[in-house]
């Protein structure tokens, strides 16, 4: 069992940055692809980053390319969202999640996910 534990969001200006954060707990931490998704009120959970530390690979919604950066840190058991240049449809619920692979995370069959960290941007 995984657990997922995300902080980070917040209120903030358009065009502003925000960095959320995902700690994952047990010592399997580089066996899964880690990966965020979000859900703004009245629409469906979507995709929005995925990385594998293991194989250094990452992937990214076309809605947030160029704007947005996952990373990770083994030693903290810790997955990033770097996001800048934020617009206000980017406001909603950013969850953490961990995967099989990257193309499962992208295919929203996740394993295990977090609770949850709202991100609102005003106008």
């Known amino acids: 069992q995984v657990q997922l534990v995300e902080s980070g969001g917040g209120l903030v200006q358009a065009g502003g940055s925000l960095r959320l954060s995902c700690t994952a707990s047990?010592?399997?931490?580089?066996?899964?692809?880690m990966g965020w998704f979000r859900q703004a009120p009245g629409k469906e959970r979507n995709f929005v980053a995925a990385?594998?530390?293991?194989?250094?690979?990452?992937d990214y919604a076309d809605s947030v390319k160029g704007r947005f950066t996952i990373s990770g840190d083994n030693a903290k058991n810790t997955v990033y969202l770097q996001m800048n240049s934020l617009k206000p449809e980017d406001t909603a619920a950013y969850y953490c999640?961990?995967?099989?692979?990257?193309?499962?995370?992208?295919?929203?069959?996740?394993?295990?996910w977090g609770q949850g960290t709202q991100v609102t941007v005003s106008s």
């Open positions: 990385i594998s530390l293991s194989v250094g690979r990452e």
């Open positions: 047990g010592r399997t931490f580089t066996r899964y692809p």
């Open positions: 999640a961990a995967g099989i692979t990257i193309a499962a995370l992208m295919e929203a069959r996740v394993l295990f």
